[in-house]
């Protein structure tokens, strides 16, 4: 029987076992944004999960909307991550980096020239940015011009060569919670006149675009992609999801990617206040290896793999803080809870000091 325990094959990378570590953004980067040695470590405990895919990291300097967030767009990044890779790889592993632009869910204290960040329209988010100042209201950002699109295209192609020179196995196309692909994506951000707002066709254009301009420059096999249908994360909607990842999804088919990772509801909420999404209608039109991701255990994860509905399951909260969770799943051993007040802030505390169970 297929089970979490299975090996799997998602494009060129080969997974002892089906559990996935989720992206999960720690804040630990240090000067420049560069991958430190702690970061080293934490990622190293973590090898034993079949995939690791990073905190999301992003790809150009306006990419960035929160501090201390990894890049992968200077040299001095992309040595830092090969530490990473290096280690994950020494201890058995498989990593992919999560690649990420989050447009409009920043602020000019975090942005180059001090410039307001960039979306597909200039509609504020409700909300505050996280700062170096601390919590600041997000302002009005500026709407990209037709002519910067191949640009922001070009940096996820650009981000996508650096992580191979970085010793990655994979990326993931961050395009869910409300950062800049998502921006595009669902309706309510997205209000542009050109040939990238309006229809969900137009919509899913620059998606579409910055998934083929990534498989031809690093190979469909290594290139996966992360969708969010319904979260309300980062102040989005869409009138009608369901239209619209249908459609995304069957384009997908002809790109053939590694993955395809879904965030179901609201990262972190009870399945009761999900949004409503037929899950197994994307499963039905996606022809590939499909990873679902929220608040599985071991007993849901188990039935979700064992009935087709997912290949492998992304676990957040669980391997941040059960660096052996695939043994302890193994062992049905207890789980380690999560340290809350620790997610982004204490450096090894909250972070690198999760105890592994005795050998
Ligand atoms: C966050 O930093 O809060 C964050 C980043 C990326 C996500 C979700 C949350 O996809």
């Known amino acids: 029987m297929t089970d979490l325990f299975s090996p799997l094959r998602l494009g060129a990378i080969e997974l002892p076992n089906r559990v996935v570590m989720s992206s999960l953004t720690r804040n630990r980067a240090g000067e420049g944004n560069v991958p430190t040695d702690l970061m080293v470590e934490y990622y190293r405990q973590r090898a034993s999960a079949g995939l690791i895919l990073t905190e999301a990291s992003p790809v150009c300097a306006e990419g960035h909307g929160y501090p201390r967030t990894p890049g992968i767009h200077t040299a001095e990044q992309i040595?830092?991550?090969?530490?990473?890779?290096?280690?994950?790889?020494?201890?058995?592993?498989?990593?992919?980096?999560?690649?990420?632009?989050?447009?409009?869910?920043?602020?000019?204290d975090l942005q180059p020239d001090g410039a307001a960040p960039v979306a597909p329209s200039a509609l504020r988010p409700a909300g505050q940015a996280v700062t170096f100042t601390g919590m600041q209201d997000y302002v009005t950002p500026r709407a990209l011009e037709t002519a910067e699109i191949p640009g922001v295209i070009a940096a996820f192609a650009q981000a996508a060569k650096n992580a191979m020179a970085a010793g990655f196995d994979g990326v993931e196309i961050h395009g869910g919670n409300?950062?800049?692909v998502d921006q595009f994506l669902r309706s309510s951000t997205n209000q542009r006149s050109d040939a990238?707002?309006?229809?969900?066709?137009n919509r899913a254009r620059l998606l579409l675009e910055i998934i083929a301009a990534v498989t031809a420059a690093i190979c469909n096999d290594r290139v996966g992609?992360?969708?969010?249908?319904v979260t309300p994360f980062n102040d989005i909607s869409d009138t009608n999801p369901q239209a619209t990842f249908d459609y995304v999804?069957?384009?997908?088919?002809?790109?053939?990617l590694a993955f395809l990772d879904i965030l179901q509801g609201t990262g972190?909420?009870?399945?009761?206040?999900?949004?409503?999404f037929d899950y197994a209608r994307l499963r039905a039109i996606y022809k590939g290896n499909l990873?679902?991701?929220?608040?599985?255990?071991?007993?849901?994860?188990?039935?979700?793999?064992?009935?087709?509905?997912a290949a492998a399951i992304a676990f957040g909260r669980a391997l941040l803080a059960n660096p052996d969770l695939v043994e302890r799943f193994r062992r049905g051993a207890p789980l380690n809870q999560p340290d809350y007040e620790r997610l982004y802030v204490g450096e090894e505390k909250g972070y690198t000091d999760y105890p592994f169970l005795p050998a």
Request: cysteine-free; charged content about 15%; aromatic content about 10%.
């Open 79 to 108: 040595a830092g991550w090969r530490k990473v890779t290096d280690a994950v790889h020494a201890a058995g592993g498989r990593i992919a980096i999560q690649l990420w632009h989050v447009g409009r869910i920043s602020h000019p």
């Open 178 to 180: 409300g950062y800049l």
């Open 196 to 201: 990238y707002g309006g229809s969900k066709e």
């Open 225 to 229: 992609l992360r969708l969010s249908p």
């Open 249 to 256: 999804v069957g384009e997908l088919n002809r790109f053939d």
């Open 268 to 276: 972190g909420s009870p399945q009761e206040q999900w949004l409503p």
């Open 291 to 309: 990873i679902l991701n929220n608040g599985y255990d071991f007993a849901s994860a188990q039935q979700a793999i064992a009935s087709g509905a």
